[in-house]
């Protein structure tokens, strides 16, 4: 079982950025693709972005192309969402999530193990 902790949320002012860090534990962690969602209040956990084993393959959610790049160093085991120009709308909870596939997946259910979250505030 892969272990996930995510970091680096905060409150932040519209327009302004933040870089979330998920490190995990295990050595295949290079075997497998990485994915980040979130969740707001009241609504469902939502699709943020995924990244192949070997970072060659990336994907996003509409709401975040443009704005959000994802990237992962498999020597620290760690997988990054760099989010700019946030908006009011992004708040949520944000999670990091190992999938079953070595390529990208965007379908919850394909991830096989998540982080406890960071809360992300952006304030208008």
């Known amino acids: 079982q892969v272990q996930l902790e995510e970091s680096g949320g905060g409150l932040v002012q519209a327009g302004g950025s933040l870089r979330l860090s998920c490190p995990a534990s295990g050595r295949t962690f290079s075997a497998y693709g990485m994915g980040w969602f979130r969740q707001a209040p009241g609504k469902e956990r939502e699709f943020v972005g995924a990244?192949?084993?070997?970072?060659?393959?990336?994907m996003y959610a509409d709401s975040v192309k443009g704005r959000f790049s994802i990237s992962r160093d498999n020597i620290k085991n760690t997988v990054y969402l760099q989010m700019n120009n946030l908006k009011p709308e992004d708040t949520a909870v944000y999670y990091c999530?190992?999938?079953?596939?070595?390529?990208?997946?965007?379908?919850?259910?394909?991830?096989?193990?998540w982080g406890q979250g960071t809360q992300v505030t952006v304030s208008s």
């Open positions: 990244i192949s084993w070997n970072g060659a393959n990336t």
């Open positions: 999530a190992a999938s079953y596939k070595s390529g990208t997946a965007f379908d919850a259910a394909d991830f096989r193990s």
